[in-house]
């Protein structure tokens, strides 16, 4: 079996008052996403169930060690999905809102990549 890229989608979020990357990181999933329809994975590569699709997410943002792989995952409808997350994306300074209870002036920014591939037999 050899793998295919069917297709692949950018994104970018932001988490302006939480200070929390895997906001970020998650929107910036959802943003690559927001405006898909895939119906070639049905109609071209045959597939019967979307959970046969092989999602690779790939994000870059401040503090990627703070980032709850699960929580991005889940952002995903189907596919068997992956998550490779690495330092990158911005800290911008903004203005912590006390009545937010934020941490300090720190804004996330955080870009993805959203691949999916399908098992095809030819090599």
Known sequence: MARKRLIIEMGMGIDQHGQEPTVAAARA???AIAHNALPGVWEI???NDPDEMIVEVQVAVPYPEQVREAEVLAV???GR???TVE???MVVQGRAIPS???KND???IAVASVTVLID???G
């Open 106 to 108: 720190e804004m996330l």
């Open 29 to 31: 999933v959802r943003n």
């Open 87 to 89: 330092s990158g994306g």
């Open 45 to 47: 590569a045959g597939l």
């Open 81 to 83: 999905k992956t998550l």
């Open 120 to 122: 095809t037999e030819q």
């Open 76 to 78: 995903l409808p189907f």
């Open 100 to 102: 937010l209870n934020e």
